[in-house]
């Protein structure tokens, strides 16, 4: 299985340049929305030299406005990376059965409730009478890490859902990854970590920045996200396929007998 490992690692790499060519405008979509969020940042001071500035440019509205719907944009560009590389045919992966839609649309709510916290964080402990920057950062801090920690157990779940099956629902998915969750969690930290450090450190040392050197930095960054998610999206199928043969099991299990049913049991890439 470690051969399998850092076949599943080099290869979702493969597989952005696979989602790249054959889906380009989707990944331009999450650049492009990525990019707009930064120039309304700029505009608020989130990249000042000032911390206090910067502080107060965080909830501001017209921030938070974009932000929802840049993550849609992030859960789409995930939706459609697994639909394109199970069933390899882009007109498939465009036309997702009610069924996947509905099941996807639980996936991201899951995924809704740990993002919250970490976005709304400041608000949320103010509540309560806290709110302190330490205070702040450990709730972001517990919402973004039991996130990470818990999705290796779901992705065959994710995976089943985006394809539009019945199979694998929460509690099955972790059921049948088992202790195969340690081989899937350090799968999928290694993919995530070094693009989440890329992309915090990227915003962090635009702070202050002259404009010569800030747009580059937001441009670079902007094209890191939807590469960072494509290739998380990528992991999860390859680490669903890997898991699903160790245990004996059929990836795409309870899929309807449909043209995308049956092809989406029989591409997965290995």
């Given at each position: 299985?470690?051969?399998?490992?850092?076949?599943?690692?080099?290869?979702?790499?493969?597989?952005?340049?696979?989602?790249?060519?054959?889906?380009p405008?989707?990944?331009?979509?999450?650049?492009?929305?990525?990019?707009?969020?930064?120039?309304?940042?700029?505009?608020?001071?989130?990249?000042?030299?000032?911390?206090?500035?910067?502080?107060?440019?965080?909830l501001?509205?017209?921030?938070?406005?974009?932000?929802?719907?840049?993550?849609?944009?992030?859960?789409?560009?995930?939706?459609?990376?697994?639909?394109?590389?199970?069933?390899?045919?882009?007109?498939?992966?465009?036309?997702?059965?009610?069924?996947?839609?509905?099941?996807?649309?639980?996936?991201?709510?899951?995924?809704f409730?740990?993002?919250?916290?970490?976005?709304?964080?400041?608000?949320?402990?103010?509540?309560?009478?806290?709110?302190?920057?330490?205070?702040?950062?450990?709730?972001?801090?517990?919402?973004?890490?039991?996130?990470?920690?818990?999705?290796?157990?779901?992705?065959?779940?994710?995976?089943?859902?985006?394809?539009?099956?019945?199979?694998?629902?929460?509690?099955?998915?972790?059921?049948?990854?088992?202790?195969?969750?340690?081989?899937?969690?350090?799968?999928?930290?290694?993919i995530?970590?070094?693009?989440?450090?890329?992309?915090?450190?990227?915003?962090?040392?635009?702070?202050?920045?002259?404009?010569?050197?800030?747009?580059?930095?937001?441009?670079?960054?902007a094209?890191?996200?939807?590469?960072?998610?494509?290739?998380?999206?990528?992991?999860?199928?390859?680490?669903?396929?890997?898991?699903?043969?160790?245990?004996?099991?059929?990836?795409?299990?309870?899929?309807?007998?449909?043209?995308?049913?049956?092809?989406?049991?029989?591409?997965?890439?290995?």
């Amino acid at each position: 299985m470690t051969k399998r490992f850092f076949a599943s690692l080099g290869g979702a790499f493969v597989d952005v340049g696979r989602v790249a060519r054959a889906m380009p405008w989707l990944l331009a979509m999450m650049i492009a929305i990525e990019f707009v969020q930064h120039i309304i940042e700029v505009r608020i001071g989130f990249f000042s030299a000032d911390a206090a500035v910067r502080h107060a440019a965080q909830l501001q509205p017209i921030r938070m406005a974009l932000g929802w719907p840049k993550m849609l944009m992030v859960w789409s560009v995930a939706f459609f990376t697994i639909r394109y590389l199970a069933l390899n045919d882009v007109a498939a992966a465009l036309r997702p059965s009610r069924l996947a839609m509905q099941r996807y649309a639980w996936v991201i709510l899951f995924q809704f409730v740990p993002t919250a916290i970490v976005i709304y964080a400041e608000p949320i402990l103010k509540l309560f009478g806290l709110g302190s920057a330490g205070e702040v950062m450990a709730l972001r801090t517990a919402g973004g890490l039991t996130q990470l920690l818990i999705e290796p157990l779901l992705w065959m779940w994710f995976v089943s859902a985006a394809l539009g099956t019945n199979g694998y629902a929460p509690l099955q998915s972790a059921r049948v990854t088992g202790l195969w969750y340690f081989w899937a969690l350090l799968l999928g930290l290694l993919i995530r970590i070094p693009f989440s450090q890329i992309h915090g450190r990227l915003n962090i040392f635009a702070a202050g920045q002259p404009d010569a050197v800030l747009w580059p930095v937001l441009l670079l960054d902007a094209v890191v996200v939807p590469v960072m998610v494509t290739a998380a999206a990528a992991v999860q199928l390859r680490a669903a396929q890997a898991i699903a043969e160790r245990r004996g099991r059929a990836l795409v299990e309870d899929a309807p007998r449909t043209a995308e049913g049956i092809v989406a049991g029989a591409a997965v890439p290995a």
